[in-house]
């Protein structure tokens, strides 16, 4: 409704015409004719790559049903992760002690994964504005976002077992205290607020910077035998030091066997690394070539 009332305000602000009658009654109401006749010419909206995919976050059932789909098998095989004490959903990389003495825990993102914040998205499509820092930081602080389907019963149900759900995710540190309110308001079991770990945690011996979670990964692995993982990007269960197509496929290759039993991947086509890996990862290219080169991405199988 915001949408469709906003263009309409701008096409009537379009068409008013300003024309000077100097008092000329037949002048006057020609002026008013036409300036309602333009009036009603109501502009095209201008394109947005994410409004289908928000729509389908926000509105289909198909999204509800991937979502409760995922976190029941996921529930399915707790019983048998928790049983074998060698079960653990670390890559080598992230594992460099014995897991097996070690309390159970599972890891999850935050964004997409338990969090549904397409609200926020729907923001930038209604004021025509791309993804910044200073929104998204008003969003979390509102501690507004609600809970996606089947997350919350599955881990709470993991950590009435006893297991540790740490939420690894690439919000800031700093933004910590909002986002366990907004957890603990939706309903996650987050006893302490340890158990958040944000971009900027401090892991000692370990040289982390930026985006990748390995780092984080390896601090929950020191202390726990992760049974499982749940995200919506690659980069949620493996480093992937090479962010192309290609790069993203031979990340995940070596680990497949463990998709849907010890990683657990939900949909998110509004964003992720997957978009800018389209185009050689270079955010200074204009919308128009960003397009383009998602063009150039696809198969039309002719």
Not at 74 to 88: R, V
């Amino acid at each position: 409704m915001r949408l469709a009332v906003s263009f309409l305000s701008a096409a009537l602000l379009a068409g008013c015409v300003s024309v000077a009658t100097h008092g000329d009654p037949a002048a006057s109401a020609a002026a008013a004719q036409s300036s309602a006749s333009s009036a009603y010419v109501v502009q095209a909206p201008p394109p947005n790559d994410d409004l289908n995919a928000t729509v389908w976050f926000q509105t289909s059932v198909e999204r509800d049903l991937v979502f409760r789909q995922v976190y029941g098998a996921a529930a399915a095989h707790l019983g048998a992760a928790l049983a074998d004490k060698s079960w653990d959903a670390l890559p080598k990389g992230d594992r460099s002690n014995d897991p097996s003495g070690l309390p159970p825990a599972i890891i999850v993102d935050v964004d997409e994964t338990v969090l549904d914040n397409s609200p926020e998205q729907v923001r930038q499509i209604v004021d025509d504005k791309p993804f910044n820092d200073a929104d998204w930081n008003a969003w979390v602080q509102q501690a507004a976002a609600k809970p996606l389907p089947g997350a919350v019963e599955f881990l709470s149900a993991a950590a009435a077992k006893g297991v540790t759900v740490f939420y690894v995710s690439n919000r800031e540190a700093d933004q910590a205290e909002a986002t366990v309110a907004n957890l603990r308001k939706a309903g996650f079991p987050i006893a302490d607020a340890n158990q958040f770990l944000g971009k900027g945690t401090v892991v000692e011996g370990c040289q982390g910077t930026g985006s990748p979670k390995d780092c984080r990964r390896q601090l929950v692995g020191r202390t726990h035998r992760v049974l499982m993982q749940f995200g919506d990007q690659v980069g949620d269960f493996i480093h992937t030091a090479d962010n192309s197509p290609a790069g993203r496929r031979a990340a995940v290759e070596p680990s497949l066997d463990w998709v849907g039993e010890r990683w657990w991947t939900l949909p998110n086509p509004m964003y992720g690394a997957w978009e800018p890996a389209l185009f050689g990862n270079d955010w200074s290219l204009s919308p128009v070539q960003q397009r383009a080169a998602k063009e150039a991405a696809l198969d039309d199988a002719r």
